[in-house]
Structures are given as structure tokens and as C-alpha cells.
């Protein structure tokens, strides 16, 4: 069976325990709720070509920072824009940067988390030493750091957001694979000559694969939150992109003149957007580990 | 183990972690593509001036040895020189850190009362309407960007209701001047001290007016892991004999709640402490700039408009050191009060 089949198989197993999420009280109905908020923004954001009103970057399309009307229902900027159109269009960015950097932190965290700690002795040893050191620093601050240096651009600041998340995913990954390596059938297959490479991908991985999907949802909110917080503090996307962490930046200079529906709304966004996802995130867990359900 | 051997093992195991993060930083700027010293100057420059430019900063010099000098100076303390004026970073970045200590402090009392306060009644309140709200609270507060926060207090209680001013630290020319006896001068820099030990109760009530807004909003953001913390914990601890104990000789909730349960939920809550120092000073840095308030935070984000690299450089280094140190004495502090630690 090839390694793909085997965490796939493991994939499904563990899909009845999602459908059946109504079944599952509180941590069921965290997920749903939370699937849904995010369901509904990803569906806005890809319907926005044919729902928004306004080009979302054409300034004077109505009078300077017009407050909420019934033809400019979220108001207008300080350039005239229209603020609904903003709105629909602004999640793209921060899903692009979301997807990206916890595409990057995969393809970095689990396989280093696998191999080195599957391996033991220095090669764990370092990994953690550098992941520790990187974990313990504020993230923000480092993201900051490598953001003002790589420059503007939705890859590079996901690179940026991804560099701070990576250690979250190596301690995961490792945690279980510590767990699991002692486990009696790992340790048959070791005695049956199994090779390490089967071992891993075949035994240890799809154990591995539960706690990274709750990790990873997460993830996802983390990213948001940073990326939104890299735009805020000035290394953000150009303006020409629409995008919700602009406008709550540049808002910030209009709340003297009372436009508070220039931050309001991509606020709010935002936060639905995170909360979505941090909703998922802990249901997931929760659900798959019973435990911690109290 | 003894608290001292600890307390050595603990200070060797640092060494590695601190060197680790300064030559991450070091990376960064100067090893990541893009040049410091042609990314500071946008435009085009004359190739003179740049070459000057260089010299000044020692960026002229090849990166091992520009390596090892930046972990010679740091030793004696100095940050570097700044790309805008030329001036030692790491005057600049000590004299704005009190203003963030000042907040860092404010708000983590906040977060630390408002996530205790809201753990016990929701573990109280066990499954109930008002348990699932305050989780609920607890879960929103971990959504919300510090900074959005920040501006939906501004509108509310400084726009609209005129209770506490939008930004900045003190009125200008009211900075409290500390404590002066017989020629010795005391400043803390905290303006909240400083005022007290110049026995001004105006400056202090104003110093603290404009302390409320930025530490409710970074407090509040945080307060969710500990809210966790504090109902988990106090659902398990009520359970347990001496709690039962307490109960049955007939002593008032309030009491068994708070001396005997919660008591129990002191080391979880004092590490928790420990662990969001980093979260804190990145929640400072985005309340800083939403507030207007003169810390690190806000230097390091003025820097960065500059594209001054030596001092972001240094700021950043100083943020990683800060926290490395905090780590250092909650763990020191941790084995003091637990002694399993030490086994």
C-alpha cells in the first residue's frame, strides 16, 4: 500500500467522528458554527467579482467618508471608496496569506518534527534547540523583523508569519512521534525489519496527521491575527489591493473626524474571520481528544 | 537537585538559547536577501555616499566580522548606531522601555483579574448559560486584534463619552520628576511610581487616565488563557478532599473559593504568566501604536517607517533578550515554590 493510501485511510476513519458533529454536544456545534462563518466568507470573497457594487480601489466612487446611506450601506472612506465593496473584496488577501503560511509551516514543521525526532540524539536535539529558541521569542516581533527585510508582497509576508508559527508544528509533531515510537507495533515493525522510512510514513505519520489538522485550524486564525498586525504596523500590502488590515490602519487617522465605520466593519471582519477559525480549531481538538472535553 | 545547582543548570541551558537567538537576528538583517544599508536609502544614491554610509555603520566589513562585532558590542551593552542619526540605539531603546514596562505590568494585572474573576464564575456556573458565555468570551478575546480593540475603546470612551483621553502618555510637560532627597535622585521612569514618589496625586490620577484604555485593551485580549486556565483548573481542584474539607466545617463560599481552591491555581496562573510575556510584548507593540503611547513598541514601529535597520535590528534584539530573561526568573521562581521541580 503506498504511504499516501495509509494516512488517507486514516483520513477516513476519522470522518465519521466529524459527520456526525451534532451527535457531539458542545465541541460539535463549536465546529459547525465556526465552519460555517468561514464557509460564508470564503463564499463572499469568490463571489466578490459578481456581488460588489463598486471597484474596490476606485476612489471617488462616492462623497469623502460618507457615513452609512442606503446607495453606500457600510459608508465611504477618506479617498471615496466604497466601503461594502472593500469589504467583500478585503478577505482575499488575508485568506491567501492564511493558506500560504500554514502551507509553508507544513511543509517545514512536520517533516523536520518527523525526521529528527524519529531519528533522536543530535539532530533532536538541535531541531528543538533552534525551535525552542524561536517559539520563546514574541512573535510579532519577529515576523516584523523578517517582513521589513523580505519587503512587501502576500508571499512574503507569509513567509514572514510562517518562520514564527514552524516551532508550533515541530513540538506538536514531535510530542506524538515520542509517544508513538515506543508503541508496541512500531517497535514489531522495527523487530520485523521494517525500514524507517516505511516505519514513519506508514505507522507514525497518520497518528501524527489528527493533532496537525487542530493545530493547523489554529494556525490559520494566528496567521490572520499577524498578517493583520504586520499591515498595522506599516508592512502591509500596497494599496492597491483591497484588503481589511489596510483599512483598519488608515482608519485609524479618521476616528478623530468620528468615521467609525471605516473600522468597524473590516474589524469585524477580521475577528469573524479568526473566531471562525479558532472555533474549529478547539472543537477539533476537543473532539479528538475527549479528555480535555470538561 | 538543590535550588542553586538548579538555578546554574538553568542559567548554562540559556547561554545556547540566547546565542541561538542572537544570530537568528543577525540573519535576518543582514544575511536575508536585501541590502540594509541600500534598502534604507529607497532612491538611488551616489555610490560615495553609500560607501560612506557603510563605513560609518561598519556594514562595509565582511559578515563574520561584522558578526562577531555585534556580539562583542552587545556584550558591553551596545545595540549599534541608528541609520538616521548616527546616534547609539541603545540609549534610545532605554529610555522608551519604561513606558512599555508601565503597560506590559497594567495590563498583565488586568488580563491576570479579568481571566480569574471570569474562570471562577464560569467554574461555578459549571455548564450553564453563563459558563458557555464567559467561554465564549474567552474565545472572542483570542480573535480580536489588539489594535481594533484598542480603536473600538477609543470611539466608545474617548470619542464619544470623553471619560479617558484617545492617546499618549501624560499631558505634555506634567512627567512626573521622582523622588529627590539630599542631592539623590530617584526615577523609575513608571509614571504611575514616579508621581507617587513626588507625592503629586494630580499627576498620578492623570498618569493612570491615560493607562486605562491601552491596558483594558491589551488586558483584555489576554485574559482568555487565563480565564481557561483558572475554570479548568477550579473545576478539578473543587473536587478534591481538603476543598470538601473546607466546606463541610461550614466556612462561606467566597472563602473556600478564593483561599482554599484558587490558591491551587497559583503556579498554573504564575507559569501562564511566564509563558505570555512574549504575547504581551507583541500585544504592546500594536497597542503602543494604536494609542500613541512613547514605548518600545512604537519606536520600533517609527524605526521601520525609517527603514532604519541598525535600530529595528536592536529593538528586536532587545525584545528577545527581555523575554529570554523573564523565561529565566519565572523558572527560578517556579522551582523556589515548587520543589518537585527540582527533582
Known amino acids: 500500500m503506498s504511504r499516501a493510501g495509509s494516512t488517507g485511510r486514516i483520513l477516513v476513519q476519522l470522518l465519521p467522528r466529524f459527520v456526525q458533529l451534532k451527535g457531539r454536544g458542545v465541541a460539535g456545534w463549536t465546529v459547525i458554527i465556526g465552519s460555517v462563518l468561514v464557509a460564508s466568507i470564503v463564499v463572499i470573497t469568490i463571489l466578490a467579482p459578481w456581488i460588489s457594487p463598486h471597484n474596490p480601489i476606485a476612489i471617488n466612487v462616492g462623497p469623502i467618508l460618507a457615513a452609512p ?45 518527523l525526521l529528527a525526532t524519529y531519528a533522536g540524539g543530535l539532530p533532536d536535539k538541535v531541531s528543538s534547540l533552534v525551535m525552542d529558541s524561536v517559539y520563546a521569542f514574541p512573535g510579532l516581533v519577529l515576523a516584523i523583523a523578517i517582513a521589513a527585510m523580505l519587503g512587501r508582497g502576500v508571499v512574503n509576508m507569509s513567509v514572514a508569519i510562517a518562520v514564527v508559527y514552524v516551532p508550533s508544528y515541530y513540538r506538536i509533531v514531535r510530542s ?3 509517544t508513538v515510537k515506543e508503541l508496541p507495533y512500531v517497535e514489531a515493525a522495527r523487530a520485523l525489519g521494517g525500514r524507517s522510512g516505511t516505519i514513519l510514513f506508514r505507522y507514525v505519520l497518520p497518528n501524527v496527521v489528527p493533532s496537525i489538522v487542530s493545530v493547523a485550524t489554529i494556525n490559520f486564525a494566528d496567521a490572520i491575527l499577524t498578517a493583520a ?15 481589511w488590515g489596510w483599512d483598519l490602519t488608515y482608519g485609524r487617522q479618521l476616528l478623530p473626524a468620528g468615521a467609525w465605520w471605516v473600522i468597524t466593519f473590516p474589524g469585524v471582519m477580521i475577528v469573524l474571520l479568526a473566531l471562525g477559525f479558532t472555533l474549529i480549531g478547539e472543537g477539533l481538538s476537543e473532539i479528538m481528544s475527549p479528555r480535555l472535553e470538561q | ?142 480573535a480580536i486584534p489588539v ?75 489576554l485574559s482568555g488563557v487565563f480565564l481557561r486556565l483558572t475554570r479548568s483548573n477550579m473545576l478539578e481542584t473543587s473536587r478534591l478532599d481538603f476543598v470538601t474539607a473546607a466546606k463541610a466545617r461550614g466556612l462561606k463560599q ?36 494604536t494609542f500613541s503611547w512613547p514605548g518600545l513598541g512604537r519606536y520600533l514601529v517609527d524605526r521601520i517607517s525609517f527603514r532604519d535597520y541598525t535600530a529595528i535590528q536592536g529593538a528586536v534584539v532587545f525584545f528577545g533578550l527581555l523575554v529570554a530573561l523573564v523565561s529565566l526568573i519565572v523558572d527560578i521562581l517556579y522551582a523556589y515554590l515548587d520543589p518537585r521541580i527540582r527533582l
Open chain 2, 254 to 289: 467566597s472563602t473556600v473559593l478564593y483561599a482554599y481552591a484558587l490558591r491551587n491555581a497559583f503556579l498554573p496562573i504564575l507559569t501562564m504568566m511566564g509563558l505570555q510575556f512574549a504575547a504581551l510584548l507583541a500585544g504592546a507593540v500594536l497597542t503602543e501604536t
Open chain 1, 176 to 178: 506524538q512521534v515520542l
Open chain 2, 147 to 221: 489594535f481594533f480593540l484598542g480603536m473600538v475603546f477609543q470611539i466608545i470612551f474617548s470619542i464619544q463619552l470623553h471619560w479617558f483621553p484617545s492617546g499618549g502618555r501624560i499631558y505634555p510637560g506634567m512627567e512626573p520628576l521622582g523622588l529627590s532627597v539630599g542631592g539623590v535622585h530617584l526615577v523609575t521612569g513608571l509614571y504611575t511610581v514616579d508621581s507617587l514618589l513626588e507625592g503629586n496625586i494630580t499627576k498620578f490620577i492623570q498618569a493612570v487616565r491615560y493607562l486605562v484604555l491601552p491596558s483594558l485593551a491589551l488586558g483584555v485580549v
Open chain 1, 229 to 243: 498586525g504586520l499591515t498595522f504596523v506599516g508592512l502591509g500590502l500596497s494599496v492597491a489591493v483591497p484588503d
Open chain 1, 69 to 113: 446611506t442606503p446607495e453606500f450601506p457600510l459608508g465611504t472612506n477618506h479617498l471615496g471608496q466604497d466601503m461594502l465593496s472593500r469589504i467583500i473584496w478585503g478577505g482575499v488577501t488575508m485568506l491567501q496569506v492564511a493558506v500560504i503560511s500554514v502551507a509553508v509551516c507544513l511543509a517545514v514543521g512536520l517533516p523536520i518534527g
Open chain 2, 1 to 142: 537537585m538543590s535550588l542553586r545547582s538548579y538555578i546554574i543548570a538553568r542559567l548554562l541551558l540559556t547561554i545556547p538559547m540566547i546565542l541561538l537567538l542572537l544570530t537568528l537576528v543577525f540573519l535576518i538583517i543582514r544575511v536575508l536577501p536585501g541590502d540594509p544599508a541600500l534598502l534604507h536609502f529607497e532612491k538611488q544614491v551616489k555610490p560615495e555616499a553609500l560607501e560612506a554610509f557603510r563605513r560609518n555603520l561598519g556594514l562595509d566589513k565582511p559578515v563574520p566580522q561584522q558578526y562577531f562585532d555585534y556580539l562583542m558590542g552587545l556584550f558591553r551593552g551596545d545595540l549599534g548606531k541608528s541609520m538616521q542619526d548616527f546616534s547609539p540605539v541603545g540609549g534610545q531603546i532605554f529610555s522608551a522601555f519604561p513606558a512599555t514596562l508601565e503597560l506590559a505590568i497594567y495590563a498583565m494585572i488586568g488580563a491576570v483579574l479579568i481571566g480569574v474573576f471570569l474562570g471562577v464564575r464560569a467554574s461555578q456556573s459549571y455548564n450553564t448559560t453563563e459558563d458557555h458565555s464567559i467561554r465564549t468570551f474567552g474565545i472572542v478575546s483570542y
